[in-house]
Each structure stands twice: as structure tokens, then as C-alpha cells.
């Protein structure tokens, strides 16, 4: 059965997609298999993948819309070594679409139901927002993610999540929890960032996760290539934080197994 996460902070530009990505390509290199399901309409985490949106037929809004099955729309990034449920422009009417129906926030959750046995994990890149597609995201997950830029206003930020949070874990899903917090685009020599990194581990503890993802352009190099930086470059130090990273999650998840 696979173990569901979700990459969320409703703060844009913090590096949900760049670890959704890379996790996902990490976790594969590391042997597992892996679905990258991409809940924002920019559609950026499935064309960092390999797999362009303006061509695909199915996506995870015919998901949601209960139109298709993950098992249909699904592709295989052969380059990434996972499996991509996509998503482009057309989920932005999700949203609205979903308003009238009943359950909607479970959608997603029953949908990944059917194919949780093909993987060890299934990964959701969450848009910047706490909207119906996050709710959805969140309902679904065993875990979440939660990459964050060292720097002053992410903490503010990061009590809106926290609530957010612990409302879905008290009302309509008992296995959610954040799995962690991770230091991303991280520079030891900007004082700030050290500050806040300590601010963090006082105020979190072991929430934090160990790897620390430096600030690396290779990673932001990586998705005009349609590659995430793992596989776009193995040798780039945020490659190889990335990788590291897989392995803290693959040994993190036995203990909430
Ligand atoms: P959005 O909220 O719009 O979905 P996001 O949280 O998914 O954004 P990303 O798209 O992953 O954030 O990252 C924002 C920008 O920062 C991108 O240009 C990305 O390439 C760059 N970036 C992410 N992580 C790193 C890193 N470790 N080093 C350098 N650049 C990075
Ligand atoms: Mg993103």
C-alpha cells in the first residue's frame, strides 16, 4: 500500500514543485515506485517531469471530475522512472465545477484508492493556496511536506498551514499529520537563514528534517529541460540533497507505518 504525501505551503515560490519533482525522481533512483500527482493548474511539476501538458488527453482533472480513473489517465515518464498523473490549464475550472457536488473534498482520496497498491509512494504537488485542490491533496495524505525558505514572513505563513492542517486532521482525515518540515534554497552564509533555521528546530524539534536542500541553480536549470535536477544532474549538490532526502523519507516512513 502505497504512503500518500502532499507538498503544501500555500506561500508561492517556496519549492513545492522543485521537491515534489526531485523526491519523486529521488525515491525511484532509491528503487521505489513512485506517482507524481500534480494538483496545480500551472502544471509545472508535469512538465518538470517530462511529460508535456498541452498534449495529454486524460488529466487529474477528469479525475476529480470522476470522468476517467487514475489507472487511465496516468503516463509513465520513462526518463524520471515515475509515474505522472498530470494536470494543466483545465483544472482551474475544477474548482468551480466541484462546488454543487457532494463529498468533493474526497475525490481524489477514492480515486487514488484504486491503483494505492502499484506504488510504495505517491507524491501531490499542491498549488499555492489553501483551495478546494489543496483540501483535496490533504484528504488523501498520510503526511505532509512542507519545504520552506529560511526567512522571516515563512514562519508567519506557516501558522495558516498549521491550522489548516490540523482542521482536516480533526474533521475529515484522522491520518493526517505533517511529516515534516524542509529546509530548502538554503544559504549557511546568510545569517538570517541560520537564525530561522534555529528558530525552527527549537520551535518544531525532529518535525524538521535532517537534509537541507541547498540553494543550487542547477535545480532551477533542471525544468526547462523537462527534467528534474536529480536526473537532469546527478552531480549538482541540490541533486544530491534531494537524494539524500529520499532516503531520510524512506526511513521516516517506517516509523509511521
Ligand atoms: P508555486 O507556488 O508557484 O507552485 P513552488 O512552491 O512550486 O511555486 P518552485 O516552482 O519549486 O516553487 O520553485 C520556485 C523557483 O525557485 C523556481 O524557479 C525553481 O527553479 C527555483 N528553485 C527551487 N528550489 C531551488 C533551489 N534549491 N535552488 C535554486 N533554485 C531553486
Ligand atoms: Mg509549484
Redesign the pocket.
Known amino acids: 500500500m502505497a504512503k500518500i504525501f502532499c507538498v503544501a505551503?500555500q506561500?508561492?515560490?517556496?519549492?513545492?514543485?522543485?521537491?515534489?519533482v526531485n523526491l519523486a525522481a529521488g525515491l525511484a533512483k532509491v528503487g521505489q515506485r513512485v506517482l507524481m500527482v500534480d494538483l496545480?493548474p500551472?502544471g509545472?511539476?508535469t512538465m518538470g517531469s517530462g511529460v508535456d501538458k498541452r498534449k495529454l488527453e486524460l488529466t487529474v482533472y477528469d479525475v476529480l471530475l470522476e470522468s476517467a480513473s487514475v489507472a487511465e489517465a496516468r503516463v509513465t515518464s520513462a526518463k524520471c522512472g515515475y509515474d505522472v498523473l498530470g494536470a494543466n490549464r483545465e483544472l482551474a475550472g475544477a474548482e468551480v465545477e466541484l462546488v454543487d457536488v457532494e463529498r468533493r473534498e474526497l475525490r481524489l482520496k477514492l480515486a487514488l484508492a484504486a491503483v494505492a497498491d502499484d506504488y510504495h509512494f505517491i507524491l501531490i504537488?499542491c498549488?499555492?493556496s489553501l483551495s478546494m485542490l489543496t483540501l483535496n491533496g490533504l484528504c488523501s495524505a498520510h503526511g505532509v511536506i512542507v519545504?520552506m525558505q529560511c526567512e522571516y514572513f515563512a514562519l508567519e505563513g506557516l501558522t495558516d498551514l498549521v491550522n489548516t492542517i490540523k482542521q482536516v486532521h480533526a474533521n475529515m482525515n484522522k491520518d493526517l499529520q505533517i511529516i515534516g518540515l524542509l529546509r530548502?534554497?538554503?544559504d549557511p552564509r546568510i545569517t538570517l537563514q541560520q537564525q530561522v533555521s534555529d528558530q525552527l528546530k527549537a520551535h518544531f524539534g525532529d518535525k524538521v528534517f535532517n537534509t537541507v536542500?541547498?540553494?543550487?541553480?542547477r535545480?532551477?536549470?533542471?525544468?526547462s529541460y523537462g527534467l528534474p535536477g536529480v536526473v537532469f544532474d546527478p552531480a549538482a549538490r541540490?541533486s544530491q540533497?534531494y537524494v539524500e532526502f529520499a532516503h531520510e523519507m524512506v526511513e521516516r516512513i517506517k516509523k509511521i507505518q
Open positions: 505551503n506561500k508561492g515560490g517556496v519549492g513545492k514543485t522543485t521537491t515534489t496545480d500551472q509545472n511539476a504537488d498549488p499555492p519545504p530548502v534554497m538554503f536542500i541547498p540553494r543550487n541553480v535545480l532551477a536549470e533542471a525544468p541540490g540533497g
